[in-house]
């Protein structure tokens, strides 16, 4: 009897903890961004993923990495309070680059219950006449 009561203490305390654990989440607007069609002679393009915490606890970006040199993301660095926003700035520049269509991709690394996200940046970049 001992036993099964000392165990079923465990267990509530378990269950009590992991149910006051605080979590951040983290909500994109949108996920991917076409710049549409530009001009060899403007190649840097630029626009901003905006971000909401859904969760209960701050939330911290860890990283956010491109797939190409070409694209360079910034970031909010200070942790962002449950219900504040925050951004992602990306720059795309097609200087040098083959004009055509493109494809990036940013991974985002955060504290969320959701650690790993992947951002979208495309367009076309036509050759300049």
């Given at each position: 009897m001992k036993k099964f009561l000392i165990m079923f203490?465990?267990?509530?305390?378990?269950?009590?903890?992991?149910a006051q654990t605080k979590q951040a989440e983290i909500k994109f607007d949108k996920i991917v961004n076409n710049f549409g069609t530009f001009s060899e002679k403007n190649p840097v393009q630029k626009c901003?993923?905006?971000?909401?915490?859904?969760?209960?606890?701050?939330?911290v970006i860890n990283q956010a990495v491109?797939?190409?040199?070409?694209?360079?993301?910034a970031y909010t660095k200070t942790p962002i309070k449950p219900g504040e926003?925050?951004?992602?700035?990306?720059t795309y520049n097609g200087?040098?680059?083959?004009?055509?269509?493109?494809?990036k991709t940013i991974t985002v690394r955060t504290n969320a219950a959701t650690e790993l996200i992947r951002l979208y940046i495309e367009g076309e970049m036509q050759e300049a006449k």
């Open positions: 203490v465990m267990l509530v305390s378990g269950l009590t903890l992991a901003v993923f905006t971000f909401t915490n859904t969760g209960s606890a701050p939330l491109a797939s190409c040199g070409c694209t360079v993301p926003k925050g951004e992602i700035k990306v200087k040098g680059v083959f004009p055509g269509h493109f494809k």
